[in-house]
């Protein structure tokens, strides 16, 4: 089937900790979603492990719009990563900017596809498949509460940074 994927994203987290992330993704009468429970994240690591997740679970050559409620994630895919990038990974102001490791992730699981846009919504104002991804996000959190993680997804990056 061809068409574009439209995608989803939330993670559930706070300063770190357990969190969890989740996406809901369609395409015509297609539907993928999934969750994940993560060990450690912070609110906004989990809201760019949610768009990588979703954007290697797609099938490769895909074309995907991101939808997220998450500001810093859009913002930052949209606005900020091109700066960086062409700067060495640094901020206009110096330093390096944060969580970069899942960025660098984040930019590896897009390039598989044919076209990646990402697209901010307001979040809890009822579109139902940002709703969706808020729930299965939130359960994933409480699992890895719980302590039933994902091994892999649990492990952060060695080089990542831990503040938002």
Known sequence: MSGEWVVHTDGSGTTGGPAGIAFVARRGGELI?????????????????????????????????????????????????????????????????????HWRRLIEAAERHESVTFSWTRGHAGTLDNERADVLAVLARQAAIAGALTPTAATPPDDDDDAT
Do not use: C
């Open 33 to 101: 979603e999934d969750s994940l429970p993560l060990a450690s994240a912070t609110n906004q690591q989990a809201e760019i492990l949610a768009a990588e997740y979703a954007l290697h679970r797609l099938p490769a050559g895909s074309a995907v719009t991101v939808v997220s409620d998450s500001e810093y994630l859009v913002k930052g895919w949209n606005e900020y990563l091109p700066d960086w990038r062409s700067r060495g990974w640094r901020k206009r102001t110096g330093g390096t900017p944060k969580n970069t490791a």
